[in-house]
């Protein structure tokens, strides 16, 4: 019984990086109609920016972690400049952003390839917070208390800044009809971008933790957040912050369990297949919303 | 680059262009999925669990993974097919994961991680032949009505479904034929590489695809098989001059490029060195001077339908309206039972109930917002009732979706037009007989006579009722670049092509001059004349009181007047509805306005 309270403590930190980048995952997909599935190596990006800040710039733990965030939110507004924004204006629907975002995410994950090459890299052991919290028998280690403060204060944030803000109306009302807002004398521009900014910031910093956590970086290991993130936000359902919550700590919990006690070979599978199963049950994801049609 | 590594460079890349075709087959109907690389997995496996061992030839290996890949998707399909677009194409890259994930623990027939060894003895024939038979199959399909409902599908499953066709159904089909597609490529994949395992069938085999498709061209079936061309060779072209991973950089900047500078592929940039045309007009030849023949011999009575198309008889062409098996039946032709539709907190229509005779001009009649469109809605089956019963010829269709309306002889216009991007004019009205024709798909891929006469007849008939709603535009431009009043004639030739029994138009007139609307008026009386019954919705007075026999007024969702539609427009309620309480004499001022009699 203490392994299953200690995995689920584990479970909950893996859990908590998949919510924050399950958050900034939905937010660009349902404001701004992109599947973007570049956001995998922002993550990767946001945890090799750190390294290099940590390694070679010798900065603190906590700044190289705000400035990997920062810069991905940067690349995420070039990605959008480059890629999404020429597409806004023609009604292309989902393919044509998704297609985009396939090329830029070829060319990332190459790029990331040549900066760190085939290796895997790690922070230095110095610089990762270590202390161990004993409760109750149980291990808490510092960085899972991080990440799961780190999720709560996320989604804490992004609840209000969408509910709460002008700006969060905006970014809503972006995501129902562009140009009505446009001609309701909103800068559908800086929305947009503000958006994309917020969604690569929010992978990067899921990337950065994750990188903290695992102290495992290579050039592809957003990857497995992209997809575990993906799950996470169809469960929930697209464009509930409640979901990406519910989703990212199940998905988390599911993969540490699985990896307990059934096999590590089929953790994955049955993340999948809960996925699968999920969408067939309730297409929608459990707190997605209905559209009704018009003729 | 060597001789042998163009060589199997290019194997490579009839291999893709297969893939990529498989992908296509779904998106031609609307479907983004990338299911197929599943099925694909599926041919890779068969042919190296069956080849080296059973001696089984290899033809009958190939026919078993495209079986196989086909009956895999086909099941699918019922699953994934009840996903929204987004979700679903979600739902498919999951698959992919499970599939991966199957792959690599089920060591005992896959190889688990290492792989498994396949046979190589699919070369060149079996390549070129696979890949002539794909290209053959999509190029006939694109002909078929199968192929034009599944362009009216992707531009817009609600229309599909206003003109008899099953969105579903047609998606199931190319779904089904692009996981049978992938079967055949999985297992020539397998066969080239002599090798697989489970990267093989993984992510990137589907983004590829995927691009390969967008890079040619997402909207012709030419476009899969030229993208998987260029984007197979262009690296082993780019590795030249660029060293590891950067020639994939490259690649990904192409993609982003397309995307963005020629959102039509590669094969709309062919189009501006005067390709010949890529549409399907060709096949439907050769008719134009048979129809200018027909033209002149009904000049005589040019508004007359081909209503039991007696002319097409005569010119020894099939009558298509020996299909139509239209229900005898006593009584209106339509009818509603205290119908009632809530959006939220509003009661679009509420209670309402009517009859619409059989061979009547009916028109609905009401001020903005009183619930009309709402109401053609829940007749055509486009939103399901919340309370009540409608009645279609004699039937009661309560809840039926608008594909088994529309079948029953009910047919629609739209008040926003709905036409489908991409089609032409003529394509457009053949679209529109698709539920009166009868050919299958296989008989279009097997080129079989009875479907070339069908389609001939269909396009005959399509420029006849393009004469008969006074279409002046060729019928080769684009439907959807015509001008508005020309735009809402072509939906009513849609229309009539369903030989429908009943005709619902929703604001006809709307961007006609009153020229226009009195020749509209003209047409909808000689249709009238031959049995059809046909509902109106209009603010154009005039033209319902010149044109109706009946009328109805709605107010607020529920019914305020019917009756002969002078007799409504004179009753004091109706025109407090639209004019609010006013002074008899203002009120007869506006009347006078509204129904345009220049001050006598």
Redesign the interface.
């Known amino acids: 019984m203490e392994l299953f309270f200690q995995q689920t403590i584990n479970g909950l930190g893996q859990g908590a990086i998949i919510v924050v980048f399950a958050i900034g995952f939905s937010f660009i997909f349902s404001n701004l109609g992109i599947?973007n599935?570049a956001q995998g190596t922002f993550a990767t990006w946001g945890a090799i920016v750190a390294y290099y800040l940590c390694v070679d710039a010798h900065l603190p733990i906590w700044l190289c972690a705000v400035v990997g965030a920062l810069a991905i939110g940067a690349l995420g507004v070039a990605v959008d400049i480059?890629?999404f924004a020429?597409?806004r204006h023609?009604s292309?629907?989902?393919?044509?952003p998704?297609?985009?975002s396939?090329?830029?995410?070829?060319?990332l994950l190459?790029?990331a390839?040549?900066v760190i090459g085939a290796n895997t890299n790690g922070f230095p052991s110095g610089a990762v917070p270590k202390l161990v919290i004993h409760v109750f028998g149980l291990y808490i280690t510092s960085m899972v208390a991080i990440d799961v403060a780190v999720a709560i204060v996320v989604a804490v944030v992004m609840g209000l800044l969408l509910n709460r803000t002008r700006f969060g109306a905006s970014v809503r009302a972006i995501g129902l009809d562009e140009r009505t807002i446009a001609i309701a004398g909103i800068n559908t521009r800086v929305v947009a971008l503000s958006t994309a900014f917020l969604a690569a910031a929010m992978s990067g910093l899921a990337g950065v933790l994750s990188g903290l956590t695992d102290n495992v970086i290579t050039y592809n290991f957003g990857e497995s957040l992209l997809?575990v993130g993906?799950?996470a936000v169809?469960v929930g359902g697209?464009g509930s912050l409640g979901g990406c919550v519910l989703g990212g700590f199940a998905f988390g919990l599911i993969q540490v369990y699985s990896e307990q006690y059934v096999s590590s070979?089929?953790s994955?599978?049955i993340t999948?297949?809960v996925?699968?199963l999920a969408?067939?049950v309730r297409?929608?994801g459990l707190f997605g919303r209905t559209l009704?049609?018009r003729? | 680059m060597s001789l042998s590594a163009w060589e199997s460079n290019v194997q490579l890349a009839i291999v893709y262009a297969i893939f990529a075709l498989s992908l296509y087959a779904p998106l031609s109907a609307g479907v983004?999925s990338v299911a197929s690389v599943s099925s694909g997995a599926l041919g890779g496996f068969l042919l190296a669990v069956m080849m080296p061992a059973s001696g089984v030839a290899s033809i009958y290996t190939l026919l078993l993974a495209a079986l196989i890949g086909g009956a895999a998707a086909f099941i699918m399909s019922f699953?994934l097919l009840?996903?929204?677009?987004?979700?679903l194409?979600?739902?498919t890259?999951?698959?992919i994961?499970?599939t991966y994930?199957?792959v690599?623990?089920a060591s005992s027939v896959t190889g688990g991680a290492v792989g498994r060894v396949a046979a190589g003895t699919l070369g060149w024939a079996y390549l070129c032949v696979a890949l002539v038979v794909c290209c053959w199959t999509f190029a006939r399909i694109r002909l078929s009505r199968t192929g034009l409902a599944a362009t009216v599908v992707r531009a817009d499953p609600?229309v599909a479904s206003g003109i008899g066709i099953n969105p579903r159904h047609i998606q199931r089909a190319l779904f089904t034929v692009g996981g049978t597609v992938a079967g055949v490529a999985g297992a020539l994949l397998a066969s080239l590489l002599e090798y697989v395992d489970p990267t093989t069938f993984y992510t990137p085999l589907a983004?590829t695809s995927?691009?390969a498709v967008?890079l040619g061209g997402?909207y012709y079936w030419q476009g899969a098989v030229i993208g998987a061309f260029v984007f197979t060779l262009l690296p082993y072209l780019l590795q030249e001059y660029f060293s590891a991973?950067?020639d994939?950089?490259a690649?990904?900047?192409?993609?982003?490029a397309i995307?963005?500078f020629f959102?039509g592929g590669l094969i709309e940039m062919g189009k501006w060195i005067r390709l010949p045309e890529l549409g399907r007009l060709a096949a439907v030849g050769p008719g134009r001077p048979a129809a200018g023949q027909v033209l002149d011999t009904e000049k005589a009575q040019p508004t007359s339908l081909p209503a039991g198309t007696a002319g097409t008889v005569q010119r020894g062409r099939p009558d298509l309206a020996q299909y139509t098996a239209r229900k005898e039946h006593d009584g209106a032709a339509l009818e509603v039972r205290s119908l009632t539709k809530i959006?939220g907190g509003l009661r679009a229509v509420d209670g309402l109930s009517l009859a619409v005779p059989t061979g009547s001009i009916f028109g609905v009649l009401g001020p903005n917002g009183a619930g009309k469109?709402t109401f053609i809605?829940l007749l055509s089956g486009?939103?399901p009732p919340d309370e009540g019963a409608t009645i279609v010829l004699g039937q009661e269709t309560t809840g039926w979706p608008a594909y088994r309306v529309a079948r029953l002889g009910l047919a629609r216009t739209?008040q926003n037009i709905r036409l489908s991007q991409g089609l032409s004019v003529l394509e457009t009205i053949m679209s529109g007989s698709y539920s009166r024709q009868r050919s299958t798909m296989a008989a279009a891929v097997a080129a079989l006579p009875g479907e070339r006469r069908e389609r001939r007849a269909c396009a005959d008939e399509a420029r006849h009722l393009m004469e008969v709603v006074g279409m002046s535009a060729a019928e080769d431009r684009r439907a959807a670049t015509l001008a508005y009043g020309e735009q809402r004639r072509v939906e009513i030739a849609r229309a009539l092509a369903s030989h429908p029994a009943i005709l619902l138009l929703d604001e006809p007139t709307a961007g006609m001059n009153a020229q226009e609307s009195a020749q509209l008026g003209e047409l909808l009386r000689s249709l009238s004349g031959q049995g059809i019954t046909i509902v109106l919705i209009e603010h154009n007075i005039r033209l319902v009181s010149e044109f109706c026999t009946h009328a109805a007024v709605m107010h607020s969702g529920s019914l305020i007047a019917t009756g002969r539609p002078d007799d409504c427009l004179a009753q004091e309620e109706v025109q407090l509805a639209y004019f609010g309480r006013r002074s008899d004499a203002e009120r007869l001022e506006s009347l006078r306005i509204l129904r345009s009699d220049p001050g006598d």
């Open positions: 599947l599935v480059i890629c020429p597409l023609r292309t629907g989902l393919f044509a998704l297609i985009s396939i090329g830029a995410w070829i060319v190459n790029v390839q040549i997809i993906f799950a169809v697209v070979a089929f994955d599978a999948y297949s996925l699968l969408l067939i297409p929608r009704e049609a003729a | 983004l699953v009840r996903l929204d677009s987004h979700y194409a979600f739902a890259i999951a698959l994961l499970v994930v199957v690599l623990n609600l983004f995927l691009a967008v997402a991973n950067l994939q950089v690649d990904g900047v192409v993609i982003i995307v963005i959102p959006f469109t809605n486009v939103l739209y």
